[in-house]
């Protein structure tokens, strides 16, 4: 599985335990199948329960992930000795909760880490990047969220980090509009982020009919079908190192090698 890692900087004020490395650059970095969405992020997710790294690449950045999605990394040249991971400092979600990034090609100036309960230890690096206008997960994160000052409470998150962020209109999608994951939330009657089985047909559902019919209405290539331009996003994003490809073995490989 090839995916994009996107590279989320992060700014001040740094979270406690990245303090240390502020005179270099930190990025969070979050794996995606959909690089011409990136116009629209508005947050980054993170698991509060999971364990995190923050390691040395071998251009002397510092990316944050999970241990196994550095591990990998390590085999595809990311690192100055192959197979070798630098481990910086040991890291759990909540450590970086509330955490202020400048992501690439979106609108908004600054975005937060968030939490999201569903994120998988096993899949691209533990690092998700939130398009609630075209994700159906991100949307039900993202409205629970909001809804839940409770949930925002617990977790130390402040208003200011949540309530001014709203999904913008990237791609036209026939039947669905330029909010696609809003219309097929509310369709499907999608009451939270732990609505599974309603949350996987949406997904599936949005993949294709996103790639296949979806027209740009935002940034460069505003106008053109997304299957036609996804590619050309993905280079722009890798030729201005705001993004590196990532690859993610097989299962099974992974079982056998540990
Ligand atoms: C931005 C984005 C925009 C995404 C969108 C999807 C959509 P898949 O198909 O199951 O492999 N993701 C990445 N890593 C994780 C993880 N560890 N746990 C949970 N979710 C994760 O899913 C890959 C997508 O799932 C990735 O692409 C990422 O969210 C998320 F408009 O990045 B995506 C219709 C989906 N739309």
Not at 209 to 235: H, T
């Amino acid at each position: 599985q090839e995916y994009v890692l996107i590279k989320m900087k992060v700014v001040a004020p740094y979270p406690e335990k990245l303090n240390q490395f502020s005179s270099k650059s930190v990025f969070l970095v979050a794996a995606t199948l959909r690089p011409e969405t990136m116009y629209g992020q508005t947050n980054c997710w993170i698991r509060p329960d999971m364990k995190y790294i923050a390691f040395l690449t071998k251009s002397n950045e510092i990316f944050v992930c999970t241990a196994r999605a550095a591990r990998n990394m390590s085999y595809q040249n990311f690192t100055a000795e192959e197979g070798k991971v630098p481990v910086l400092v040991n890291l759990t979600g909540e450590d970086l909760l509330g955490c202020c990034l400048k992501a690439p090609m979106t609108t908004y100036e600054k975005i937060y880490t968030l939490p999201m309960l569903t994120i998988k230890d096993d899949k691209g690096t533990g690092v998700v990047t939130s398009v609630p206008s075209d994700s159906p997960d991100d949307y039900a994160a993202l409205v629970d969220l909001k809804k839940k000052t409770a949930f925002r409470e617990k977790y130390g998150i402040k208003d200011e980090m949540v309530l001014p962020y709203d999904p913008v209109p990237i791609i036209d999608i026939p039947d669905f509009g330029t909010l696609g994951a809003v219309t097929i939330y509310e369709r499907l009657k999608i009451q939270s982020q732990n609505d599974k089985e309603k949350l996987l047909e949406a997904k599936e559902i949005l993949y294709l009919k996103g790639f296949y019919d979806g027209v740009m209405v935002i940034g460069e290539f505003k106008g053109k079908k997304v299957q036609d331009i996804k590619k050309s996003i993905q280079k722009l994003l890798v030729d201005k190192n705001e993004a590196v490809i990532y690859h993610e073995p097989e299962k099974t490989v992974m079982s056998r090698s540990g």
